[in-house]
């Protein structure tokens, strides 16, 4: 019998932004200020990470922060950037540019579930539901999956929507909150036999150099 090609994606978090220390959500690429000096070193050593791995495609958010990692790996990996809409962040409405202690202040009762508990029933001010998020960047992910079968892609996205998608392999959003993905983290999904499954997650031993 004819063992089935392998398929795995890798999905980073684009490293840290300028806007990341001072905990600013954003979600609109104008309002982006791109990486922070830290960001640039981390992007640089997630670069050199996957240096001589064999990537066949890297698809990116079209949001800055991720724009300008994905490009430290290209250069490196001599590739380039696909960018797909789906993989950005949840659409942040009314919150847009609001640091998390003043949504807190003004939406406590969401604050308190969209920062600690179950993200399933979030549906952000003027903006998107963490469902809605997750089933658009889900489907873009199989889609790539398919498309690149027995191959190796990357994807640089955001925390949310990277948690969303291992949420889904794992079954639930409700352990969304239980999950950490570290500025610049590698994650590596598995798709094998028709069946996703995580091979590593939240891997930042390229990162060694700060700790």
């Known amino acids: 019998m004819k063992k089935e090609k ?13 806007l990341n220390p001072e905990r600013i959500y954003t979600s609109k690429p104008e309002n982006d200020k791109g990486l922070s ?3 640039k070193w981390q992007a640089k050593k997630l670069a050199t990470r996957l240096k001589n791995e064999k990537i066949d495609a890297i698809y990116c958010s079209p949001i800055p922060r991720a724009i300008e990692t994905a490009t430290s790996i290209a250069k490196v990996l001599k590739k380039k950037i696909i960018v797909s809409k789906n993989f950005r962040e949840p659409d942040m409405g009314k919150v847009e540019l609001m640091p998390e202690k003043e949504i807190a202040r003004r939406y406590p009762k969401l604050a308190k579930v969209w920062f600690y508990g179950d993200v399933t029933s979030v549906q952000i001010p003027g903006g998107e539901s963490y469902k ?6 889900w489907q873009e992910f199989v889609k790539l999956a398919k498309k690149h079968h027995g191959k190796k892609i990357l994807i640089v996205t955001h925390h949310a929507t990277a948690g ?5 392999i794992f079954g639930t959003l409700r352990i969304y909150n239980s999950l950490s993905l570290f500025n610049a983290s590698l994650s590596s999904i598995i798709l094998k036999d ?7 997650l939240n ?3 390229h990162l060694r150099d700060l700790r």
């Open 6 to 18: 392998e398929t795995e994606i890798l999905l980073a978090r684009h490293a840290e932004s300028k």
């Open 37 to 39: 000096a830290l960001g």
């Open 132 to 137: 809605h998020m997750q089933q658009r960047s």
């Open 164 to 168: 969303a998608i291992i949420c889904k």
């Open 194 to 200: 028709k069946k996703f499954k995580v091979r590593y």
């Open 203 to 205: 891997d930042i031993s």
